[in-house]
């Protein structure tokens, strides 16, 4: 079968690696795709928003799936327009309802069905622009840290986890009266803060079954020791040292089956990744946050350590036997760490030749993969075009040695201002 694969980052790249491995696939199209997906497969000029233009490339080259990687076009409702076209509906489409993909688009909503089924999440209070009095009120009144996130979707910036009741109203008012996140902070979710450490489980679902395919650890701040500014990820680890059975039975039973349950029972259409974002407090589970698609960099390191053909699995969640499927996984560890543009999450500069690159693209077998993050070709060399810019992901017997095996990959890879964090996973020596 065709498949076209919708995004142009780190995770595309590392779900293009995985899926050109299925004898499923026949041809791979990635829209628009990077330096790194055309290694496996045909990338297309074409913007993950553009449904029009998705449509023509399904009908010309005749697609069989369409997998969506980033969130902006669930949201927009790339399922609901794939279903609403005749000549399109016998594509199988990996992702929700925008109905259902709601869960990421609005943190209100979210908490709401968490609330209604019964899942663990912290308390909430959600404002907007004229309840400012009363969300002013209500922060002046809140124990510390307290959250404030933006209600929609805001490019993964929009969390603010205030350390004082000053810095959290200049926040809000930063947020919802100077719209610092556009009509995404048109509405402020202020939330208790949960004390613990996180981690990320990740499920394939139809809306009633699921399958849990990974679940992993990734550092969002800038600098080593988790300092610093917030940003898409700076690394990742799985598998977890705390994710024992113990633990994975409370998420299976307090979170991932009541949340599809949840689905089926409110009539939301889901066929795709859930990505839950947790809390371990204290040994038990809290969800922070639903995301309606894999994560990034954290598909760096959850596609390396599944053994299972992923074009069936969509397969399988297409046709309805999910639940039958055996998932495998590779026994070793898996870590990421990404190379990031000088003077990220600020302002970086773009264009910046990389070199070093030569001998190690992502291929199967190896024992290091690098995915490409943000990069483009200009002039027929490769370089930098984006905040981060490269994944590097490697296997290792244990999670001290897969990082040192990226780190140590990374030193041959050289762009001006490059950085990296040295310290990923550095809460679990080995």
Excluded at 284 to 311: F, Q
Excluded at 386 to 391: D, F, H, I, S, T
Aim: proline share 4%; glycine share 10%; with cysteine.
């Amino acid at each position: 079968m065709n498949i076209l694969l919708l995004g142009s980052g780190g995770r595309e790249h590392a779900l293009a690696w995985k899926m050109s491995q299925s004898h499923h696939c026949d041809q791979l199209l990635i829209a628009p795709g990077n330096p790194g997906t055309a290694q496996f497969g045909k990338n297309i000029p074409v913007g993950v928003n553009d449904f029009e233009a998705i449509r023509t490339i399904c009908l010309e080259e005749k697609i069989g799936m369409l997998v969506v990687g980033p969130e902006d076009p669930l949201v927009n409702g790339v399922y609901d327009f794939f279903q609403n076209h005749q000549d399109l509906q016998h594509i199988t489409v990996v992702a929700p309802s925008a109905e259902a993909a709601q869960l990421e688009g609005s943190k209100a909503f979210s908490k709401k069905f968490m609330q209604r089924q019964g899942i663990p999440t912290a308390a909430y209070a959600e404002f907007t622009k004229d309840e400012f009095e009363a969300g002013k009120a209500y922060i002046a009144a809140h124990s510390l840290p307290v959250v404030l996130k933006a209600d929609g979707l805001a490019a993964g910036k929009g969390v603010i986890i205030a350390q004082t009741t000053q810095e959290a109203l200049a926040s809000f008012e930063e947020m919802i009266i100077h719209q610092q996140f556009g009509a995404a902070s048109s509405k402020v979710v202020v939330e208790e803060f949960l004390h613990g450490i996180e981690v990320s489980v990740f499920v394939l679902t139809d809306g009633k079954d699921y399958q849990i395919i990974g679940h992993a650890k990734d550092y969002k701040r800038i600098g080593e020791g988790d300092t610093g500014l917030n940003t898409g990820g700076m690394g990742c680890v799985s598998p977890v040292p705390f994710m024992d059975a113990a633990f994975m039975e409370k998420v299976t039973k307090k979170i991932i089956e009541p949340t599809v349950a949840g689905l089926d029972k409110e009539n939301l259409i889901y066929h795709g990744f859930i990505f839950f974002g947790l809390m371990n407090m204290g040994g038990e589970p809290w969800v922070i946050e639903y995301n309606c698609r894999m994560g990034d960099p954290e598909t760096e390191v959850v596609m390396p350590l599944l053994d299972t053909d992923l074009v069936s699995l969509f397969a399988a969640m297409d046709n309805g036997t999910l639940a039958d499927v055996n998932i495998n996984f590779d026994p070793r560890c898996c870590a990421t760490v990404m190379a990031v543009s000088g003077g990220y999450p600020g302002d970086y500069q773009k264009g910046i030749p990389i070199t070093g690159l030569a001998e190690l693209n992502a291929q199967k077998g190896a024992e290091t993969l690098v995915f490409h993050a943000g990069t483009k070709f200009a002039s027929d060399r490769l370089e930098t075009n984006g905040g981060r810019v490269l994944a590097v992901s490697s296997y290792g017997n244990s999670l001290t040695e897969a990082v040192q095996k990226s780190k140590a990959v990374l030193e041959k890879i050289d762009f001006e201002g490059m950085y990296f964090r040295r310290d990923i996973g550095y809460e679990f020596p080995s």
